[in-house]
Nanobody, 122 residues
């Protein structure tokens, strides 16, 4: 079973920056790692995705504020979140799948982390 482990959740003030990391042990060269988030009462939404060819995708709501990067050797994806807003508060989930391409369809990702809470105070 592929493992996906997130780290870095916490509480921040609006306007501040925060970093989430996600490590996987997926065992083939072509893979995708993505961040999703889910706020109370809302559906899970894609935030950012990156594949092992370094193709990236960012949701419109975070473009210009968030970036995603991938350390291929460590199989670790980093989500850099800048200028955080109250509406960014959510449980952030990391997911992984085999293959390439950076779509945000949760059902395409078979491997998920436990989630980590990010709370932004206004």
């Amino acid at each position: 079973e592929v493992q996906v482990v997130e780290a870095g959740g916490g509480s921040v003030q609006a306007g501040e920056s925060h970093v989430l990391t996600c490590k996987t042990d997926i065992d083939i060269p072509n893979y995708v790692m993505a961040w999703f988030r889910q706020a109370p009462g809302k559906e899970r939404e894609g935030v950012a995705a990156i594949d092992s060819m370094n193709l990236t995708n960012l949701a419109d709501s975070v473009k210009g504020r968030f970036t995603i990067s991938l350390d291929i050797a460590e199989k670790t994806a980093t989500l850099q979140m800048n200028n955080l807003k109250f509406e960014d508060s959510a449980i952030y989930y990391c997911a992984a799948r085999y293959g390439l391409g950076v779509g945000f369809i949760p059902g395409y990702f078979p491997y998920w982390g436990q989630g980590t809470q990010v709370t932004v105070s206004s």
